[in-house]
């Protein structure tokens, strides 16, 4: 049975930080691209991070370059993303993916930035 567990979310200020983890069971973890997606109420759900299942390499939205980071402990089928000077545009469900041949999706972390 897969899963993908989404915590750290929360309500935050601007300028904060959050620390998001994704566990993942039931399928080869180190095998799958694993990604952050995040939909903002009225909004279609987007990319913000990426990164590979071998290189290890990494892809963000033009709108978080530079403050947020993707990360994967493959020991730990865990991915994170560390959120460092959050806005409130990037209030948003926060959803973790895993995709090879088939995708799977969590069920969503709140991230909520306000004064």
């Known amino acids: 049975q897969v899963q993908l567990v989404e915590s750290g979310g929360g309500l935050v200020k601007p300028g904060g930080s959050l620390r998001l983890s994704c566990a993942a069971s039931?399928?080869?973890?180190?095998?799958?691209?694993m990604s952050w997606y995040r939909q903002a109420p009225g909004k279609e759900r987007e990319l913000v991070a990426r990164?590979?299942?071998?290189?290890?390499?990494?892809d963000y939205a033009e709108s978080v370059k530079g403050r947020f980071t993707i990360s994967r402990d493959n020991a730990k089928n865990t991915i994170y993303l560390q959120m460092n000077s959050l806005k409130p545009e990037d209030t948003a469900v926060y959803y973790c993916?895993?995709?090879?041949?088939?995708?799977?999706w969590g069920q969503g972390t709140q991230v909520t930035v306000s004064s």
């Open positions: 993916n895993a995709n090879r041949l088939t995708t799977y």
């Open positions: 990164i590979r299942s071998v290189s290890g390499s990494t």
């Open positions: 039931g399928f080869i973890f180190s095998s799958y691209t």
